[in-house]
């Protein structure tokens, strides 16, 4: 059981405080799949550092009883001295994990071939986003956290990363964070979205993708991004 | 705030997790090419070894119970111990902030994965050093090696909890580090590297003794050189200054976990 209780976020910026998350609170148990929606700049991605821990919230608690992965595909930490095969032994040293076994797995996702050995310098975008994707893979978790941009990629791409996760760790929890709502449509039974620092939860995920459009039917098109 | 794991899964993460650290930040820092890890003994070397010959040129010589190369190597060794590892860690939170996605990866962790290899470097380097010039003749063997090696740990204690407390700071400011490399600078000749206190005029000792390090070269010398040197040190002082340094780095370091915006 993953569970967040009545988690603030605020950050400090030059004009005073600014929150970004108010009382958040949910709870997701063992393979469920939460969709929550939220136009730019509503907090997802805070949201999903507060549930992996990067960051921790101003007030309440997140709390983890079971294993939550670094936000999906997240590939920030890439070093760029290190090669494709370092950063997998990192990642697989820092989650206790042996990576010889992964490296067929690796090599063939990320279709790097000698470059997999290579400094990640030589690497282009294509490249560093699969090995980022594949490094998120290489360890188990029992529930993934999936920021938007893994969306980001060729169709074929796309559908590998999917392939991946949601039919081979179907039976995992995740957590979707997007604004694209097709994807929670396909993937998720509960969806929420996250309006001006709240989170609302809706029965189905057509309820709140209606709820969606009209938060950002209520913006300005400038505002709204 | 996950379902608190035993000391013992404490000790296992945290031990696996500074493992990682260290081979990447040994990748990183020194790369494959050329003589790769081993940059990490040889640059605190040539440091050494040039500021032995500077000083030899330079015939700063007080006392000739103590070769000059050994005075050096002692002195200068000892500097590197608090203010490499401190400088290192000014920029190590921002430089590895992403790594903290990966919520087993703590501030104190990237602190103190720069600060053991800095310590470790220095004392590699310090060790083959005196050995070789011990072999060669241009220094004595260590009198008493367990009081150099009591220093040593003393110097090693007040490097770590600095370099902690400094990087730590830095997270929250960039005038910690503003100001740390122009006092690094002003505390080197002050840092008893170049001088014996007993050297100083019996007014001015109380002044170069409020530095804790100072104590821990004493100690060294002390211990290197024997009786031909009357060092003055205070190991209860230099200990309290270590422990309430340990105690305010590591309170800011848990600080700024919480204060740092990935």
């Given at each position: 059981?993953?569970?967040?209780?009545?988690?603030?976020?605020t950050y400090a910026t030059r004009?005073g405080r600014?929150?970004?998350?108010?009382?958040?609170?949910?709870?997701?148990?063992?393979?469920?799949?939460?969709?929550?929606?939220?136009?730019?700049?509503?907090?997802?991605?805070?949201?999903?550092?507060?549930?992996?821990?990067a960051e921790r919230?101003t007030?309440?608690?997140?709390?983890?009883?079971?294993?939550?992965?670094?936000?999906?595909?997240?590939?920030g930490a890439?070093q760029?001295?290190?090669?494709?095969?370092?950063?997998?032994?990192?990642?697989?040293?820092?989650?206790?994990?042996?990576?010889?076994?992964?490296?067929?797995?690796?090599?063939?996702?990320?279709?790097?071939?000698?470059?997999?050995?290579?400094?990640?310098?030589?690497?282009?975008?294509?490249?560093?986003?699969?090995?980022?994707?594949?490094?998120?893979?290489?360890?188990?978790?029992?529930?993934?956290?999936?920021?938007?941009?893994?969306?980001?990629?060729?169709?074929?791409?796309?559908?590998?990363?999917?392939?991946?996760?949601?039919?081979?760790?179907?039976?995992?929890?995740?957590?979707?964070?997007?604004?694209?709502?097709?994807?929670?449509?396909?993937?998720?039974?509960?969806?929420?979205?996250?309006?001006?620092?709240?989170?609302?939860?809706?029965?189905?995920?057509?309820?709140?993708?209606?709820?969606?459009?009209?938060?950002?039917?209520?913006?300005?098109?400038?505002?709204?991004? | 705030?996950?379902?608190?794991?035993?000391?013992?899964?404490?000790?296992?993460?945290?031990?696996?997790?500074l493992?990682?650290l260290l081979?990447?930040e040994?990748?990183t820092r020194?790369?494959?090419?050329?003589?790769?890890?081993?940059?990490?003994?040889?640059e605190p070397?040539?440091f050494?070894?040039?500021?032995?010959?500077?000083?030899?040129?330079?015939?700063?010589?007080?006392?000739?119970?103590?070769?000059?190369?050994?005075?050096?190597?002692?002195?200068?060794?000892s500097v590197l111990m608090w203010r490499n590892s401190a400088s290192r860690c000014t920029a190590a939170v921002a430089q590895n902030k992403p790594l903290l996605y990966?919520?087993?990866v703590q501030v104190l962790d990237v602190l103190l994965t720069r600060t053991i290899l800095e310590i470790g470097g220095a004392?590699?380097?310090?060790?083959?050093?005196?050995?070789?010039?011990?072999?060669?003749?241009?220094?004595?063997?260590?009198?008493?090696?367990?009081?150099?090696?009591?220093?040593?740990?003393m110097l090693a204690w007040f490097g770590a909890s600095l370099a902690v407390l400094i990087g730590a700071g830095t997270a929250f400011s960039e005038v910690v580090d503003r100001l740390w490399h122009p006092a690094s600078y002003l505390l080197f000749p002050l840092s008893g590297a170049?001088?014996?206190?007993?050297?100083?005029?019996?007014?001015?000792?109380?002044?170069v003794?409020l530095l804790p390090m100072v104590h821990g070269?004493?100690?060294?010398?002390?211990?290197?050189?024997?009786?031909?040197?009357?060092?003055?040190?205070?190991?209860?002082?230099m200990?309290s200054c270590c422990l309430v340094l340990t105690l305010a780095g590591l309170y800011v370091q848990r600080q700024a976990r919480l204060h740092i915006e990935v």
């Open positions: 059981m993953l569970s967040l209780e009545h988690v603030s976020k004009h600014h929150e970004v998350l108010r009382d958040v609170s949910f709870k997701l148990g063992r393979g469920e799949h939460l969709g929550i929606l939220g136009r730019n700049g509503a907090g997802k991605s805070t949201l999903i550092r507060l549930i992996s821990g919230p007030a309440g608690i997140v709390r983890r009883g079971m294993s939550v992965s670094w936000p999906l595909a997240f590939g890439f760029v001295n290190l090669t494709g095969l370092d950063n997998l032994k990192f990642v697989c040293r820092i989650y206790g994990v042996d990576y010889k076994p992964l490296i067929p797995f690796v090599e063939e996702f990320t279709e790097l071939g000698k470059y997999f050995r290579e400094p990640v310098l030589h690497y282009s975008q294509g490249m560093l986003t699969r090995l980022a994707f594949a490094l998120s893979m290489a360890v188990e978790f029992d529930c993934f956290l999936i920021d938007e941009a893994m969306v980001v990629g060729d169709v074929r791409f796309h559908e590998r990363c999917h392939l991946e996760l949601f039919h081979k760790r179907k039976d995992r929890a995740f957590i979707l964070v997007t604004h694209d709502a097709n994807v929670i449509q396909l993937y998720c039974k509960n969806a929420c979205v996250l309006h001006e620092g709240e989170l609302i939860a809706f029965s189905t995920v057509k309820e709140a993708y209606d709820f969606y459009l009209a938060t950002l039917g209520a913006q300005p098109l400038a505002a709204a991004e | 705030m996950e379902d608190q794991p035993s000391l013992r899964r404490c000790l296992a993460i945290q031990f696996r997790v493992h990682a081979m990447r040994v990748i020194f790369g494959r090419e050329n003589l790769g890890v081993l940059w990490l003994v040889g070397m040539l050494t070894v040039g500021v032995a010959t500077l000083w030899t040129a330079s015939g700063m010589h007080h006392s000739s119970a103590m070769p000059i190369v050994a005075f050096a190597v002692t002195g200068y060794s990966h919520r087993n004392t590699a380097s310090f060790i083959v050093l005196s050995s070789f010039f011990i072999f060669i003749g241009w220094m004595p063997p260590p009198g008493d090696i367990l009081e150099v090696f009591g220093g040593w740990l170049a001088f014996m206190v007993d050297w100083m005029p019996e007014n001015l000792r109380w002044f003794l070269t004493e100690i060294i010398r002390e211990g290197w050189f024997g009786a031909v040197v009357t060092a003055h040190y205070d190991l209860g002082y200990a």
